[in-house]
């Protein structure tokens, strides 16, 4: 009986058609919107900062702000530390489940990413002249009595970002009941090294979104932490400069 499963090999193709030029400058816009997403996410968090100082501060003096300053860093500083060693059992476990799963695959090679490489990139050849690059992780596709399901596998924490991580974990979920269903029945050992095969890309996956999630708290309290050493020798500056921005907007509301 025939493997449940079948593998695409990994590689980088030179692809210079239209679809592929767009797909690099849309990689380059979408990298863009991340930046003006961390700006905003980091105005946000020195906004709710700030009220917590106006709220806590009675006179704006290194004296009163230090200390209420000092109590954030140091959550802050904490929150990093303990969801840092979470992140990095997250990473453990994924590479454990990857080796895993390559030592379950005699047909699936050692290929791995580099770090360096884009998804979508372009090579200068000439004056105005550019190849255009683009990078295909291993594909597994899990094939069941009804549909198939075709996922990239991750190799490196670079396709932590490029892969569609969440859609993929959600069609995986989805696609579980339907899968085991096609296997129902048959007691051959290679049936359970498929089922095994399709739990392990699952946790690779999982693993993936639980590091994404504790990077993100992380980035919250790097804000706070910055924020609070702002605000603790440069409240008085920063509070002036929040009324006046503050009033503003309201000019520009009232003009509307």
Known sequence: MEYHYSIKEGELLLNNRIENR???????????LKLVMLMLSFCITVYVTYLIFRECIVEATLSSCIPLGSIFATFGSAVISVISLYCNKQISFFQENLSALH????????WKRWPFLKRHSREKVSFWKYN????????????????????????C???????PIL???????????????SLVGHRDRQDQKDIFVFYCTVMIYRNIVRYKAGTFFILIGSEFVLASII???????AHEVMLRVADYVRMIFAGM
């Open 167 to 181: 859609f993929n974990t959600v069609k995986m979920f989805g696609f579980h009941k339907r899968f085991s269903r």
């Open 132 to 155: 255009y690059y683009t990078l295909h992780n291993p594909q597994i596709t899990f094939k069941s009595e009804e549909l198939c399901l075709t996922v990239a596998l991750p190799t």
């Open 231 to 237: 605000f603790s020798f440069f409240y008085a500056p």
């Open 157 to 163: 924490t670079a396709d932590f970002y490029d892969i």
């Open 22 to 32: 767009l797909a690099a400058i849309a990689e380059f816009l979408f990298r863009l």
């Open 103 to 110: 030592e379950q695959i005699t047909d699936l090679s050692s």
